[in-house]
Nanobody, 115 residues
Framework: QVQLVESGGGLVQAGGSLRLSCAASGIIFSTNIMGWYRQTPGAQRELVATITSGGSTNYADFVKGRFTISRDNAKNTVHLQMNSLKPEDTAVYYC?????????WGQGTQVTVSS
């Protein structure tokens, strides 16, 4: 069983920054994809950014140039540096790990950006 624990959410003013972290534990194969998704009430969960164990990244258009995803393979952690935050970035942010055909979600961390 894989467990993901997120941290780093909170309240920030527009234009500010936050750094989210996610630590994975359990049986984790070296080849995997880790990523961040977000969800607002009544909306579907949407992709924010992903990163493979080899370091290849993928970003949603609405965060390009503002957010940076990174990972530490030795510690099975993934980070999301969020800069120039906007009120529309307010959401619950979820960490996800994909290993082969299986995936697991974290419990989510709230990010609130005030105007």
């Amino acid at each position: 069983q894989v467990q993901l624990v997120e941290s780093g959410g909170g309240l920030v003013q527009a234009g500010g920054s936050l750094r989210l972290s996610c630590a994975a534990s359990g049986i984790i194969f070296s080849t995997n994809i880790m990523g961040w998704y977000r969800q607002t009430p009544g909306a579907q969960r949407e992709l924010v950014a992903t990163i493979t164990s080899g370091g290849s990244t993928n970003y949603a258009d609405f965060v390009k140039g503002r957010f940076t995803i990174s990972r530490d393979n030795a510690k099975n952690t993934v980070h999301l540096q969020m800069n120039s935050l906007k009120p529309e970035d307010t959401a619950v942010y979820y960490c996800r790990i994909i290993v082969g055909s299986r995936w697991w979600w974290g419990q989510g961390t709230q990010v609130t950006v005030s105007s």
